[in-house]
């Protein structure tokens, strides 16, 4: 079965510091991940998806087929980083539903 | 322009009754979906609407949850005799185009709904 699995409901760490939000995935066949976030009060938003190869406001995240694994890094934290992180999994074949993770709420302190 | 919209905002009910959620996609989607996002439980699928192709409804929880898309755009989310744990915030996005690309997914603020 499809499944995407975050083990952290909580990651906290002090400005400054690296971050790794976890995730990893179950799915047969081509996968497509993305990261989505959602700040206090805001709505969920797409940070960033494996295809495209991108650093969004310095997080990167590489797919890693190996290991089912597409873990969310940024080297430095930033308080502003503080947030609720879900990871998600798009089937293939045409379709656009997402499979999403329980999440992983950032706490980055001062 | 302006982005997903649902109401209500907030909804209280009482256990046993009825409730609809509304939600107004981006204007040129044609995908709409909707999630629930309980605590603890992250992001879970309900509902997927792409053009005037049957709906994918196979996270519905029970069949008392239906959902209708009218005239490809507005998208309404019946709950039949809530109960308490159908208390949770139901999210609605949309995407241009679900089948083809587009695949960012716009989503609304959300309804908090307390079932009591």
């Known amino acids: 079965a499809q499944r995407v699995t975050q083990p952290e409901k909580l990651l906290s760490v002090f400005k400054g510091a690296p971050v790794e939000l976890k995730c990893n995935y179950s799915?047969?066949?081509?996968?497509?991940l993305f990261w989505y976030v959602q700040y206090s009060r805001q709505r969920l938003q797409l940070l960033l998806r494996h295809i495209s190869r991108e650093s969004i406001k310095g997080f990167t995240a590489d797919l890693n087929k190996g290991e089912t694994s597409f873990h969310l890094k940024k080297p430095f934290a930033q308080e502003e980083d503080s947030a609720m992180y879900y990871c998600a999994l798009r089937f293939s074949g045409g379709y656009n539903k997402l499979i999403f993770g329980a999440g992983t709420r950032l706490a980055v302190h001062p | 322009g302006a982005g997903v919209s649902q109401s209500p905002s907030n909804k209280v009910t009482e256990k046993g009754k009825d409730v609809e959620l509304r939600c107004d996609p981006i204007s040129g989607h044609t995908a709409l979906y909707w999630y629930r996002q309980s605590l603890g439980q992250g992001l879970e699928f309900l509902i997927y609407?792409?053009?005037?192709?049957?709906?994918?409804k196979s996270g519905l929880p029970s069949d008392r949850f239906s959902a209708e898309r009218t005239g490809g755009s507005v998208s309404t989310l019946t709950i039949q005799r809530t109960q308490q744990e159908d208390s949770a915030v139901y999210l609605c996005?949309?995407?241009?185009?679900?089948?083809?690309?587009?695949?960012?997914?716009?989503f609304g603020p959300g309804t908090r709904l307390t079932v009591t």
């Open positions: 799915y047969s066949g081509s996968p497509e």
């Open positions: 609407f792409q053009g005037n192709s049957a709906p994918d």
């Open positions: 996005a949309s995407s241009i185009n679900g089948a083809s690309g587009g695949y960012e997914q716009y």
